[in-house]
């Protein structure tokens, strides 16, 4: 591509090294090339310093110069990059380089490279606009779902990229998107001939590998699907918010946005009841003197709590006898307080990454558990832990919950199922 003056989409399968790839092409380019950047790739905040590290140690020539920090530490940090040879390689985050996109867009970038591109899938969004405007010699999207949920979501990565090529939204929807869209739906047959145009129009922009494909030595990976009761209280308080004439109301309207908050008030109730209906109860995964004196109330409490804990107990129980390490998703921070609670009451060693752990350290955390056996389980919401980052130490997956979106729930369990991964993966929902 890069011969040839184009930009393009690398979007090889989850877990099959994109980020070694990029790193691959950048060294080929300065050492073969004379092309240093500077480069600006744009990632995940979970994953800067893994870009950081990696590139590091494969380019150990490379002035990198990690984009982060306080608004006056970037600040300081922009202070003589303007300045020939400075650094050659910028990392940043999506949110940095839109909050500090006037000072990126006056810069001229060789590479723009984005990381889980499928974050500017929103041609509407102010990311894409902004980023639309960058200037770039050339660009290269990675993502390892270039498709989620319609193919207009396609035409903003390809608009992205070539402008002048993919050029009208319009045409791009009658041309793909309506026909494919009748397919999916069934209301027409499948129309082999549409799906060979799209596939002619995207292979001289777009590399994908899949693992069956790439890695035959690659281990397997096996889904079981866990089914749990609710508890009496859980199954009162799902009836009573039911029944309430302020539910049935907004049920009848129809209005999305109201529709979707029932839908997360019942998902509350279903993981735990204390999200929903926060009271003190008598639990072992509530800290509480009197629990831990008395036998009998550990039991008694035991069976009142929700059954999910429960199942994920006896399963946690299974898997550490027999040497298995766990990544348990969930897309609550609260749920994850309970689950912290519900660890340390049954003495596993783990580790904690949501949305609010400091970028420097995520990275820590990561290289920690796969370092380190002792350590039994990682927690991780799906949002912060499900993207870029590389935790084969672990060779089971627990989704507490699972994603409005399938994609994120894929990422998520493609952390452990990768390469470099020796033993098979069981994903358990």
Request: net charge positive; charged share 25%; hydrophobic share 40%.
């Amino acid at each position: 591509m890069y011969e040839k003056k184009l930009n393009g989409i690398l979007a090889d399968e989850m877990g099959l090294g994109k980020t070694i790839q990029t790193i691959a092409l950048l060294a080929h380019l300065a050492c073969e090339k004379g092309n240093w950047g500077p480069h600006l790739i744009i990632v995940p905040t979970s994953v800067m310093l893994n870009w950081e590290m990696e590139l590091k140690r494969w380019c150990p020539g490379f002035k990198i110069l990690t984009y982060f920090g306080s608004q006056k530490e970037r600040k300081l940090k922009r202070q003589g990059w303007t300045k020939p040879n400075a650094f050659h390689v910028c990392i940043t985050s999506y949110k940095l380089v839109l909050q500090d996109h006037q000072a990126f867009r006056r810069k001229s970038w060789r590479y723009l490279i984005l990381d889980e591109a499928q974050n500017i899938k929103n041609f509407k969004s102010q990311r894409w606009q902004s980023l639309l405007n960058f200037n770039s010699h050339r660009r290269l999207l990675l993502t390892g779902t270039p498709l989620q949920n319609s193919l207009m979501e396609l035409w903003s990565l390809m608009h992205f990229l070539m402008p002048h090529v993919f050029q009208s939204h319009r045409e791009f929807k009658e041309w793909f998107s309506n026909p494919l869209t009748g397919m999916i739906e069934g209301s027409q047959e499948y129309n082999e001939g549409l799906v060979k145009r799209l596939h002619k129009v995207l292979r001289p922009f777009l590399l994908r590998r899949i693992k069956i494909d790439v890695e035959k030595q690659m281990p397997k990976k096996y889904e079981h699907v866990v089914r749990c009761r609710l508890s009496k209280r859980q199954r009162f308080l799902y009836d009573d918010f039911m029944a309430q004439a302020s539910t049935r109301e907004t049920l009848a309207s129809g209005h999305f946005m109201s529709v979707i908050n029932i839908l997360m008030q019942l998902r509350k109730v279903c993981n735990h009841p204390n999200l929903f209906d926060p009271r003190p109860i008598q639990s072992p995964f509530i800290t509480q003197p009197i629990v831990f004196h008395t036998a009998s109330l550990v039991q008694d409490a035991l069976e009142v709590s929700p059954l999910k804990l429960q199942t994920l107990h006896t399963l946690l129980r299974k898997l550490k006898t027999g040497g298995h390490r766990v990544l348990i998703f969930t897309q609550m921070t609260r749920m994850l307080d309970v689950l912290e609670q519900f660890l340390n009451y049954h003495g596993h060693i783990y580790l904690r990454l949501d949305g609010s752990t400091r970028v420097e350290q995520r990275q820590a955390l990561m290289e920690r558990f796969n370092a380190d056996r002792r350590i039994f389980c990682f927690i991780l919401s799906t949002r912060s832990g499900g993207v870029g980052v590389n935790l084969t130490g672990a060779d089971t997956v627990v989704f507490y919950d699972s994603d409005w979106n399938p994609t994120m729930d894929a990422q998520a369990q493609d952390r452990c199922h990768r390469i470099g991964q020796t033993r098979d993966v069981h994903i358990y929902r």
